[in-house]
């Protein structure tokens, strides 16, 4: 069976549990910071793999990677993923069951990319911008990149404004350039 297929059906049986237990914004935060972990730290991914390593200490170093002291459901989910010998998809599963809890509470990713660090009622006045467009909630990230120069970058779902200095200059020089 295809690891997709696989990872998405724990990550709606894991949500439905959730949902059930009235948890899943819990459950949410731990697969969140799971994802991040495996992204931050990509050996993670080759220790989970490593068939030498014990299923205690694996089941272990994955409740850490949610963030330490996890909820019982999220503990006993893990579990049964190393019973099944279904680890080296875990990863997966935490990603698929951030983005079904995202869709299912209409919650969208947004990021805002400017040269210098803004303020948090700039921050404030772009989530409220997409929120209003997207008639939900939003999780923003801001990152900082100096080479844009000025301006910024939203972006949300498949949108992307892209109203930055560099943007503009590159506009220009394809201008001359014809």
């Not at 209003?132 to 404004?161: H, K, M, W």
Request: hydrophobic share 40%; charged share 25%; proline share 2%.
């Amino acid at each position: 069976m295809e690891t997709g297929v696989i990872a998405v059906r724990y990550a709606r049986a894991l949500l439905k549990s959730a949902t059930q237990a009235k948890i899943e914004k819990q459950v949410y935060q731990e697969m969140s910071t799971l994802v991040q972990s495996f992204i931050k730290v990509p050996e993670l991914r080759f220790t989970i793999d490593n068939p030498m390593l014990e299923k205690d200490k694996k089941g272990t170093l994955l409740k850490t990677a949610c963030g330490g002291g996890v909820s019982q459901l999220t503990e006993r989910f893990i579990n049964l993923v190393l019973q099944e010998d279904r680890e080296s998809a875990i990863h997966f599963m935490a990603a698929s069951y951030t983005t079904l809890y995202r869709k299912q509470n209409n919650i969208t990713m947004g990021r805002l990319i400017t040269a210098v660090p803004v303020t948090t009622a700039i921050e404030k006045k772009m989530r409220q911008k997409v929120e209003s467009r997207t008639n939900g909630t939003v999780e923003f990230q801001t990152e900082v990149n100096p080479e844009i120069i000025g301006g910024y970058i939203l972006e949300y779902d498949t949108y992307r404004l892209d109203a930055s200095i560099q943007n503009q200059l590159r506009a220009i020089l394809t201008q001359l350039s014809k």
